[in-house]
């Protein structure tokens, strides 16, 4: 079976000729070595390997997984490669620490963020990302998710079966409507927008695209809906505002909220 390669690069060479720089600089241990395998046959070679007179720079890894794979029987073509110009062995290997180190820093806020967005299975990265601010371990946990959450033991299949839905109980008073959303950052683009020199379609467009940068307050929300009339309600579920369990909403007057909602519930109160 062949490996897919699903990147291009500014050459491409077989795998045997690429030879190692970096020793012992950075260690993979067994379960990621097999969670890296995966990623492969799942993705394909998806990175060019940056090389310095066919001296892997930044690669390592993939190109040892991808090895591992080639002794399981798996095939693979040339692979892509991008040449890092270095006058010689030392610049190179200055070189090969700049791309490991690591001045910016994954936070959880952020990652918890980009999750939601992407509707990424967080468990396929654990122990690949470098995360010394916080416990990946916990901050799973946190999402709600265990290893019976997850469909597909291979990671075939990226989504999940759980949906975290918390349940919210209404306050006694109705917030005003003005605080349900945070319009500031919408408010600030499409400022900037009208003043540009674009005219028609485009202009329109970047306005009408600036309204993603709204932030929803799904608390207010939440008790907004519960001291509204019935036309109210009924519109706001028609706009996915609020997601109703009736079974237990109408019984218990609680409000169930969707996935999204959840994580950004879970972030405000574990702040």
Not at 76 to 93: L, M, N, Q, R
Request: glycine share 6%; proline share 3%.
């Amino acid at each position: 079976m062949d490996i897919k390669i699903t990147c291009k690069g500014q050459k491409y060479v077989p795998i045997e000729s690429l030879k190692e720089f970096q020793g012992n600089l950075k260690t993979l241990q067994d379960s990621e070595l097999e969670k890296l395998k995966t990623s492969i046959l799942k993705h394909g070679f998806s990175f060019p390997v940056f090389v310095w007179n066919d001296q892997i720079l930044d690669g390592h890894q993939r190109v040892f997984a991808t090895r591992e794979l080639l002794k399981s029987g798996y095939a693979i073509s040339d692979i892509p490669v991008v040449e890092i110009e270095a006058a010689d062995k030392t610049e190179a290997a200055e070189k090969l620490l700049f791309l490991n180190s690591n001045y910016a820093k994954i936070t959880e806020e952020g990652l918890s963020e980009f999750i939601s967005k992407n509707a990424l299975d967080i468990t396929e990265f654990v122990g690949g990302l470098e995360l010394p601010e916080f416990d990946m371990e916990s901050f799973i946990s946190g999402l709600g998710l265990d290893d019976d959450d997850i469909i597909g033991d291979g990671g075939e299949d990226p989504y999940t079966k759980k949906i975290i839905a918390p349940n919210y109980e209404p306050s006694n008073e109705k917030p005003g409507i003005e605080t349900l959303i945070d319009t500031k950052k919408r408010d600030e683009l499409i400022s900037e927008i009208e003043r540009s020199s674009l005219k028609g379609p485009v202009k329109n467009f970047l306005k009408e695209s600036a309204n993603r940068h709204v932030v929803f307050d799904y608390q207010k929300i939440a008790d907004y809906y519960s001291h509204s009339g019935k036309e109210t309600q009924e519109l706001m579920e028609k706009s996915a505002l609020v997601i109703i369990d009736f079974n237990q909403a109408i019984e218990n007057g609680f409000v169930k909220l969707s996935e999204e909602i959840a994580t950004q519930y879970s972030k405000d109160h574990n702040e």
